[in-house]
């Protein structure tokens, strides 16, 4: 990924390229971005060779969007300007209380889990997980944490399985204390998971759909 990847994603996204197709000929993205038609009908092509940006050439006019890679691309730099200019001891997100696959309450009742919970958090959860659905532009959040290192939970091997590590940030919800959980080998989700010794749907009347702040400390 070179700087000038960025400036060019940048340009699109402006012109509403996150979510739809925007007319845009290689002369008026040299106008943006200052470089020649020909360089920036090169950008393109480069952009639409290594996935990040998506081309319709079906009509008159070539239009073009973000591919969900570039929108990744945009979604890293923003969160590294906000560890520069906002973030400092904590960091609010905002995610919809969704309902997960009940995978949750199998793992926190692992012995080598809530052992180390009681040791590093200083709780045992209530056996299960809170799951938030997070949108916008709070899933750059979601990359601060992943490249922060946490509190770390290590893997462990139990009745012939290894179960992976984690690693978890103390934070509130409302007058709630809990901790946000993610998994260290794991695919990018807009998915965060949250424990707590308390079954936090009931300790906060939540539902699915319904939308809170989780306030977490780095």
């Not at 040791?119 to 997070?134: A, H, Q």
Request: net charge positive.
């Amino acid at each position: 990924m070179k700087p000038y990847h960025v400036e060019t994603l940048k340009a699109i996204a402006l012109l509403g390229g996150t979510k739809e197709y925007v007319n845009l000929s290689s002369r008026e993205l040299g106008k943006l971005i200052g470089v020649s038609q020909q360089s920036a009908s090169q950008r393109i092509l480069e952009l639409v060779r290594d996935g990040l940006v998506a081309r319709d050439l079906a009509t008159r006019r070539q239009r073009i969007r973000l591919a969900p890679k570039g929108a990744e691309v945009l979604r890293k730099e923003y969160a590294d300007y906000q560890r520069i200019f906002e973030v400092r001891e904590t960091l609010t997100i905002s995610g919809t209380a969704t309902s997960g696959l009940g995978e949750g309450a199998f793992y926190m009742r692992q012995k080598g889990y809530k052992d180390q919970f009681r040791k590093k958090l200083w709780f045992e959860p209530y056996e299960g997980t809170l799951n938030l659905r997070i949108s916008g532009a709070d899933l750059a959040k979601l990359r601060i944490l992943q490249d922060n290192p946490g509190i770390e939970i290590s893997g462990f091997e139990a009745g012939g399985r290894t179960f992976g590590g984690a690693k978890c940030f103390l934070a509130t919800m409302g007058h709630v204390d809990c901790a946000a959980i993610m998994p260290i080998r794991t695919h990018h989700t807009d998915v965060l998971e949250v424990i707590s010794k308390h079954y936090l749907r009931t300790a906060l009347g939540l539902k699915d759909g319904d939308v809170v702040e989780l306030i977490v400390r780095l």
